[in-house]
């Protein structure tokens, strides 16, 4: 299928509509419109039916979305029906939570070793991954085919670490040092104290 | 100072403006015109003008910002001239990362205890804050003056955890299970995945 032209409003919507269908099938519903989605994800109508045919639409007007059809057409276009092999760079307490979330593992992220400049930590293990010298990151990388970086090292290491990164090979980086880092490849930092602020700033300042 | 009908898009911004300044601050620069901020956060001047005007403006025109005076604004505009008390339901892998992540202590977040149904945990410390029995959540919330409530625990439980910290008297909720809670005081829903999948795609159709 060709995809162009997506902003990222409507990209940022697309794993929010695979939970849903997600949600959807798991309950046995076989047919939904998109009113019915629109409402349950508080969009409206012509919203879901526009971002849908950016990829070409799924449905037939008036006729309401197939559940299953729809989620593995998403599921396609998101890339979750393969699996993507993923490091961790940084073996502290982010970098071993994530390691620890099985839920990945669930949407085909599998997090196969974490990389540390520690030697007390390099040799142990995280949920069964092994934490290896950082220095032997991009050989790992290249010999695994690893395509996704996860950066949880500390601030001032990681930018560092995503250069070392795509030169080795890597495709896209998750950041969550605390620093927005850049490259030639997609990239998403994570800032989740952001998150926190906003919402002590809503609770300051009684926002719905 | 008043603020009034800050738009969500304003508020997602806020905190990006506050990690720029504690950067510009750290860097020892005293004065930012808005167009070298706009810049720096890959906006624009007016943008930011506007952003700022939401809670009366900061500077003089065409003289710009006093890096400290407009960090100290937005830190009280942003309640994080406080400390907030906050608790974590849920002690499993999640609970346990962000009780260790002293980074929120260094925002003025003070996680002081986790809670689990869990007895094995029961009893525990993670990062010297005790778990305690799920039954005694609310009486702890009402002695210890907790503002903000953490969910890091199991879809199913998630909703039923929000409506208890809201009863208890909790003002805000972020939410780590994989499920969307409401309340009738402001609630952050994080989905990480959503961030990883939108990484992927970005990966898989070549978005720069």
Redesign the interface.
């Known amino acids: 299928m060709e995809?162009r032209r997506?902003s990222e409003a409507v990209?940022?919507r697309?794993?929010?509509y695979?939970?849903q269908l997600q949600v959807l099938q798991a309950q046995g519903v076989e047919r939904i419109s998109s009113g019915k989605l629109a409402q349950m994800m508080r969009l409206n109508a012509s919203q879901v039916r526009q971002d849908f045919n950016c990829f070409g639409g799924f449905g037939q007007q008036g006729y309401g979305y197939n559940v299953n059809t729809l989620l593995n057409e998403i599921k396609g276009?998101?890339?979750?029906n393969q699996t993507?092999v993923a490091i961790v760079a940084g073996a502290g307490?982010?970098g071993?939570?994530l390691a620890?979330?099985d839920?990945?593992e669930q949407?085909g992220?599998s997090i196969t070793a974490l990389f540390d400049i520690n030697e007390e930590l390099v040799g142990t293990q995280v949920n069964g991954k092994p934490v290896l010298n950082i220095s032997e990151m991009e050989e790992y990388v290249k010999q695994n085919n690893v395509?996704?970086g996860i950066i949880a090292a500390r601030r001032s290491a990681a930018q560092e670490l995503a250069d070392r990164m795509v030169q080795a090979g890597i495709?896209?980086?998750?950041n969550f040092a605390?620093i927005d880092v850049t490259a030639s490849?997609?990239?998403?930092n994570?800032?989740?104290?952001?998150?926190?602020?906003?919402?002590?700033?809503?609770?300051?300042?009684n926002?719905?």
């Not at 276009?77 to 979750?80: R, S, V």
């Not at 495709?171 to 998750?174: A, L, N, P």
């Not at 490849?185 to 998403?188: A, D, F, L, N, S």
């Not at 994570?190 to 300042?205: G, N, P, R, V």
Request: glycine share 4%.
């Open positions: 995809v997506v990209i940022r697309m794993p929010k695979y939970r276009i998101l890339a979750l993507h307490n982010i071993r939570a620890s979330f839920n990945f949407q992220f395509t996704v495709k896209g980086i998750w605390p490849v997609p990239v998403e994570i800032h989740m104290t952001d998150s926190l602020i906003c919402l002590t700033y809503k609770m300051f300042h926002v719905g």
